[in-house]
């Protein structure tokens, strides 16, 4: 049972152009998404997140977008630039007192020179 | 403080044979965690410590699979009897109990069993 699907296992976008990367859920019980990025051989590093009581959160070039009612979640990253070429996972957490995340499966995103 | 710390980073191993690896996390943290990564797929949450109490474990961790955290610091996860489906990366990573905080990763010992 998959709870956090990122359907789309690979994306390529030219460089300063902005890439979507897109992330449904299943489980109503989650109130804490997080983004994480990834590259080759190193473990993922923390990008952004959002808690469920807010539909937008914005970090430089990064901005994460919740619809709670759609369960779907989007990370914005604009412009994009080359050393943003990694995979990204989305993670969910659904309650404060059991911090377990639950990812996606990443998308591979190439950004284009 | 240099972020979360594996060891070893790559461990190759015969099948049937134990292995340990060790994870520091970083300092103030309370909280750790292990997942497990293969192939095409997100990290899978094994199990979590708050100080030194084990508080959760996945379905996923089998009997051969333990994990301790003496004293609340660093933790250890054992494989005993190692089997080919075990190959896999292994990701530690630490949080502080705060609400609304981010987990901080490890860079993961990928592990081979041949």
């Known amino acids: 049972d998959q709870q956090v699907k990122q359907n789309s296992p690979s994306l390529s976008v030219q460089e300063g152009r902005i890439s979507i990367l897109n992330c449904d859920y299943t489980?109503?019980?989650?109130?804490?998404f997080l983004w994480y990025k990834k590259y080759p051989a190193e473990g993922p590093t923390f990008l952004i997140s959002?808690?469920?009581?807010?539909d937008k959160n914005e970090d430089g070039r990064f901005t994460v977008f919740l619809n709670k009612s759609a369960k779907h979640l989007s990370l914005h990253i604009v412009p994009s630039q080359p050393g943003d070429s990694a995979v990204y996972f989305c993670?969910?957490?659904?309650?404060?007192?059991?911090?377990?995340?639950?990812f996606g499966t990443g998308t591979r995103l190439t950004i284009i020179p | 403080d240099t972020g979360v710390s594996q060891n070893p980073r790559h461990k190759i191993t015969k099948r049937g044979q134990n292995v340990t690896f060790r994870c520091d996390p970083i300092?103030?943290?309370?909280?750790l965690y292990w997942y497990r990564q293969t192939l095409g797929q997100g990290p899978e949450f094994l199990t979590y410590f708050q100080n030194e109490a084990q508080l959760e474990k996945s379905r996923l961790l089998s009997d051969r699979f333990s994990a301790e955290r003496p004293k609340g610091s660093f933790s250890t996860l054992e494989i005993q009897r190692t089997e080919q489906g075990d190959s896999a990366m292994y990701l530690c990573a630490s949080s502080l109990h705060l609400r609304d905080t981010e987990a901080f990763f490890g860079q993961g010992t990928r592990l081979t069993v041949v």
């Open positions: 993670a969910a957490r659904n309650d404060f007192g059991n911090e377990k995340l639950t």
């Open positions: 489980n109503s019980m989650f109130d804490y």
């Open positions: 300092s103030e943290h309370n909280r």
């Open positions: 959002i808690s469920s009581i807010k």
